[in-house]
């Protein structure tokens, strides 16, 4: 039986721990930003699969969905909300706020 070594366990995957303490704070900020526009450009994409007319309101819903996705990932992650650089908690802020702002410039939904 070998003894208990935890340096022989796998490691934990980089989206789950970034290891920030070891990057600048300019790579997390970019790292932050790419992820942002990533699921910018998906929610975009899978809004442009539904009717014309709704589309405004699919991307509202899914950057809304985005943004419970981004909540869930800083915390698994363990992200302080108010760290010195970008964060998943600053995406879904960014994400939440995109979503109401379309809303609210949409107004309500007129069913034809």
Known sequence: MTSFKRRDWP???DWLDPHDGR???REINREALERYC???AFCLCFAAL???PLMPFAFAGLLFLAGIAS???AGLRGERPLASHLT???E??????MSLGLRLWLGPWQAN
């Open 11 to 13: 490691r934990l995957p």
């Open 23 to 25: 990057r600048s704070l």
């Open 38 to 40: 990533l699921v910018l």
């Open 50 to 52: 539904v009717p014309v």
């Open 71 to 73: 909540v869930s990932l």
């Open 88 to 90: 998943a908690w600053d």
């Open 92 to 97: 879904a802020a960014l994400l939440f706020t």
